[in-house]
């Protein structure tokens, strides 16, 4: 049995060519491979810049939006604070103009009382002593149902050279139940207050507090005087219980 040997020639420049494409055709696929990453990278480098730029110039602007807050903001508290003061002024300086109102007010109606007071004290030829009631008020005390302090004040008004003596009855007229009752000082006093005796020139203050009985509905005070070396007391003088109980005072004012 005989082999039979081939024996192929291979030419040159067929292996030649071979390798010269193959490099050529990786050296193409390096290139666009090269060209494709150059592209996507650069694409993704200008993207990237320009969100970098948008960001810097929103910064900036939200910067310049903050500096004018702020500035609005401490302008808008300077306002405030002047408002603020300045109502406070206002609001002081009428508490001021109240008080001081308020201060002239009373003593505007101190004056008054003052004038009322020594007027009453010149001679009117009208009085036939010289001593006469000028006023009498009453007050509810607090926290003691049905008691109430008075002050009562005497004035002299015709011979001012000597002295007057003599006593003061005084009694509270009134209703208990549907009959009339009149209830004498001494009889409700309370502490020490019991018998009103004066011995007096130019003028004499009473002052005390009474009770009145459960059921008792007062109308109006009567009070009269005893003048001493008179034989006869002097006619009694009648004052409206509302009237002198609101302060109002004065003889003219609140007698009936």
């Known amino acids: 049995m005989q082999h039979k040997i081939v024996i192929a020639r291979h030419r040159p420049w067929f292996r030649t060519g071979l390798i010269a494409g193959g490099v050529s055709v990786l050296a193409v696929l390096m290139w666009g491979l090269y060209s494709y990453t150059r592209a996507t990278t650069v694409s993704d480098f200008e993207r990237a810049q320009t969100e970098l730029e948008r960001a810097q110039d929103d910064r900036r602007n939200l910067s310049r939006e903050l500096r004018a807050a702020r500035g609005q903001v401490e302008e808008l508290r300077n306002q405030v604070a002047y408002e603020k003061r300045s109502v406070e002024i206002d609001t002081h300086a009428c508490d001021e103009v109240r008080q001081s109102l308020t201060a002239l007010q009373s003593e505007v109606s101190s004056l008054r009382e003052q004038l009322t007071f020594y007027r009453g004290m010149s001679p009117t030829g009208q009085t036939r002593s010289g001593v006469r009631v000028h006023d009498i008020k009453l007050q509810a005390k607090d926290r003691e149902p049905r008691a109430y302090s008075f002050d009562l004040t005497l004035i002299q ?51 005390g507090e009474f009770r009145l009985p459960d059921g008792f509905k007062p109308q109006r005070v009567i009070v009269a005087l005893q003048i001493d070396g008179e034989n006869t007391p002097r006619p009694e003088e009648s004052f409206e219980w509302n009237r002198i109980l609101a302060g109002v005072g004065g003889n003219e004012n609140v007698r009936r």
């Open 157 to 207: 008004s015709a011979q001012k050279d000597r002295f007057f003596g003599g006593s003061v009855r005084m009694e509270i007229q009134g209703l208990q139940g549907a009959v009339r009752q009149n209830l004498e000082l001494e009889d409700i006093a309370l502490g020490d207050v019991k018998k009103l005796i004066f011995s007096m020139k130019y003028y004499e203050e009473f002052r």
